[in-house]
């Protein structure tokens, strides 16, 4: 059986940094608190636990040690009670989600009704929306028809959206809005994942996608697998791997979201190597 591993499986750089900044600030500060997961794997979450990196529902938990601000963005009012409770506070948000904090008020100075194309409560999606007055949060190409028709619209995405769902709801946008600007804030890792997983998808006889069911962007990678090869199977771990995906297979893909450990992967190649083995 041949295993092909996705070249950017994994952790994007964005989460790989994050929990890099966790374990650190654990280790100089003897213990950091993080508002919410860092990262959406329990695995992960754990192992930081383990070190001292505990996670507390609201700032009111936070005591003597500073207080992580995750990946994904942590809502502005959130920031601002930080800073006034004079919590030290470590910022562990990717770059690129930043930039869509400012790219959504840049839209929202143009005078623009805010549509962000994201997941409903997700705490990317929910950061986002902190930074504009009223934004609209469409999941779903059918949200769009409920919509009043609107002069000026700005439109972005939360950055594990497919490029798919993006384009739908934009069409149907178009009969809604005179003047759309949109900024197209997939990030790149986002875009990797996903053009690699479709040609896995083509390729292998079986996929297999590594990541947490709590994970967004993992999720996302399987629906585009499975909507390619119906035989594409997403597992946490290699302990949910079933030896009946795999009677006549010679070609196996493998990927994984952007919240999975490189061990998780690697314990999937080996346990599918060792199916070979037998
Ligand atoms: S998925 Fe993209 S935006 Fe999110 S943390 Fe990773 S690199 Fe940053």
Not at 86 to 113: F, K, W
Request: proline residues 3%.
């Amino acid at each position: 059986m041949t295993v092909t591993v996705a070249r950017h499986a994994g952790y994007c750089f964005g989460v790989r940094d994050a929990v890099t900044i966790a374990l650190d600030a654990a280790t100089q500060y003897d213990g950091v608190y993080m508002l919410g997961d860092v990262v959406h794997n329990e695995e992960v979450v754990r192992k930081l636990d383990d070190v001292g990196a505990q996670v507390v529902k609201n700032l009111d938990d936070v005591q003597d040690r500073p207080i992580l601000f995750r990946a994904h963005g942590t809502p502005v009012e959130i920031w601002e009670e930080a800073k006034r409770r004079n919590l030290r506070i470590i910022d562990a948000t990717c770059p690129l989600v930043t930039q869509i904090h400012h790219e959504v008020e840049e839209l929202e100075s143009e005078g623009r009704q805010i549509i962000i194309i994201g997941d409903h409560g997700h705490d990317e999606v929910v950061g986002i929306a902190s930074h504009v007055k009223a934004p609209i949060v469409v999941s779903k190409p059918d949200e769009v028809d409920g919509l009043r028709k609107m002069r000026k619209v700005g439109v972005v995405s939360q950055s594990t959206q497919t490029i798919e769902n993006v384009q739908a709801i934009l069409a149907r946008l178009l009969m809604k809005g005179l003047d759309i600007r949109f900024i197209n804030t997939i990030c790149f890792p986002t875009k990797q994942n996903q053009s690699e997983v479709k040609d896995l998808a083509v390729a292998n006889e079986v996929v297999i996608i590594v990541g947490s069911f709590t994970s967004a962007n993992t999720k996302r990678l399987a629906q585009i697998a499975q909507s390619l090869n119906p035989r594409s199977y997403q597992v946490a771990s290699h302990t949910d791997l079933r030896r009946e995906w795999f009677d006549g297979v010679e070609t196996v893909g493998v990927t994984a979201g952007a919240s999975t450990p490189d061990h998780l992967i690697e314990g999937v190649v080996a346990a599918l190597q060792g199916m070979e083995e037998r």
